[in-house]
């Protein structure tokens, strides 16, 4: 096989059903062409040293459901979660919000939001995994309401589709944000969510909703998705932005 000068990675774009699919593209010294995609959302594809880009380009466009296929399946996963730290001081999230933690003493569990402060009640002595319990069982007590505000504002958008209005249900889910059954279009959201801006929530109950028409993560879904949201993509960033 001959010999090519090494060449840097180059950073290339195809159009597949009007979305851009953005690839990193290397030239190696080897017969075939190889795909990966990688949980950070990334795709890289090498390709035989001296094969034409458009080639390639022609080859990505080719595999381009696989490669959506991959990187809807890594979207859906979240990344391991650190343990959170539950001291006085230590941040929390509520509502988009960074808060800082302050202890206080009381007859019973509560919680309360006071300027930038996440106030939490409960009898002595103090403990992060009792800590822990009141502020999430306070999560998902809030839940329920903010869902539901939440659906008022998204259901709109999908007037004329002819689909069942979604049942919400609060689930703790580790790996996702939320899940969708649509033949008893109940949609499932994780109480974490609450933790997020409304217009993160809003991304991932449209998202679970659009599951509604297309069951998959299909170009057809990502096409209604992208109608009713134009700019969901950065609405994800945002909410994997939220510390963990």
């Not at 840097?8 to 059903?17: G, I, L, N, S």
């Not at 999560?139 to 049942?167: D, I, K, M």
Request: hydrophobic share 45%.
């Amino acid at each position: 096989m001959p010999r090519f000068p090494a060449v840097a990675p180059r950073h290339e774009t195809v159009f597949h059903q009007g979305q851009p699919l953005n690839y990193t593209l290397v030239f190696r010294a080897r017969r075939t062409i190889g795909f990966a995609v990688r949980p950070d959302g990334s795709v890289h594809v090498s390709a035989p040293a001296g094969v034409p880009a458009d080639w390639v380009a022609a080859q990505v466009l080719k595999r381009a459901d696989w490669i959506r296929q991959h990187l809807a399946d890594f979207a859906r996963r979240t990344p391991p979660v650190p343990a959170r730290r539950y001291h006085a001081g230590s941040s929390h999230h509520y509502l988009g919000r960074p808060l800082a933690l302050r202890l206080a003493e009381g007859p019973r569990p509560a919680v309360a939001v006071a300027g930038n402060e996440l106030v939490i009640t409960y009898p002595a002595p103090h403990a992060p995994a009792r800590t822990e319990a009141v502020l999430l069982a306070w999560y998902a007590r809030q839940a329920p309401a903010l869902f539901a505000e939440s659906l008022a504002r998204v259901w709109p958008a999908f007037e004329g589709l002819n689909l069942p209005r979604p049942t919400l249900f609060v689930r703790h889910m580790r790996t996702r944000w939320g899940s969708c059954t649509p033949t008893t279009a109940r949609i499932r959201l994780t109480p974490d969510l609450v933790r997020a801006t409304p217009g993160c929530l809003d991304y991932v109950l449209l998202h679970e909703c659009c599951h509604l028409k297309v069951p998959d993560h299909s170009p057809a879904f990502y096409a209604l998705q992208s109608r009713l949201l134009p700019d969901w993509e950065l609405w994800k960033q945002r909410l994997n932005a939220l510390p963990k």
